[in-house]
Nanobody, 122 residues
Framework: QVQLVESGGGFVHSGGSLRLSCAAS????????MHWYRQAPGLQRELVAS???????YHADSVKGRFTISRDNAKNTVYLQMNSLKPEDTAVYYC????????????????WGRGTQVTVTS
């Protein structure tokens, strides 16, 4: 089982920046892809950005040009640089990893972090 711990959330004024981090820990695992989701009160969880093991990235239209996902494979860590933040970016941000255990590449597993709160004030 892979454990994910997010950090970097907080309060920021509109137009400000934050950098989220998500570190994966455990033993004998290989990460395929990592993702950032967010969930605002009363709304469904939505995908914000993704990055594969080959550094192919995806960013939702709502954050394209403002947010950037990146990863450090040596540290099993994914980052989300968030610039030009808007009040509508306020949400709990969750990290997700899709991975497999050593010797079992056909059996992809998923793990979630507990989330980190991002609040953007106008």
């Amino acid at each position: 089982q892979v454990q994910l711990v997010e950090s970097g959330g907080g309060f920021v004024h509109s137009g400000g920046s934050l950098r989220l981090s998500c570190a994966a820990s455990g033993s004998h695992f290989n990460i395929n892809s990592m993702h950032w989701y967010r969930q605002a009160p009363g709304l469904q969880r939505e995908l914000v950005a993704s990055i594969t093991s080959r550094d192919t990235t995806y960013h939702a239209d709502s954050v394209k040009g403002r947010f950037t996902i990146s990863r450090d494979n040596a540290k099993n860590t994914v980052y989300l640089q968030m610039n030009s933040l808007k009040p509508e970016d306020t949400a709990v941000y969750y990290c997700n990893a899709q991975y497999y255990m050593d010797g079992q590449p056909w059996a992809e597993l998923g793990s979630w972090g507990r989330g980190t709160q991002v609040t953007v004030t106008s």
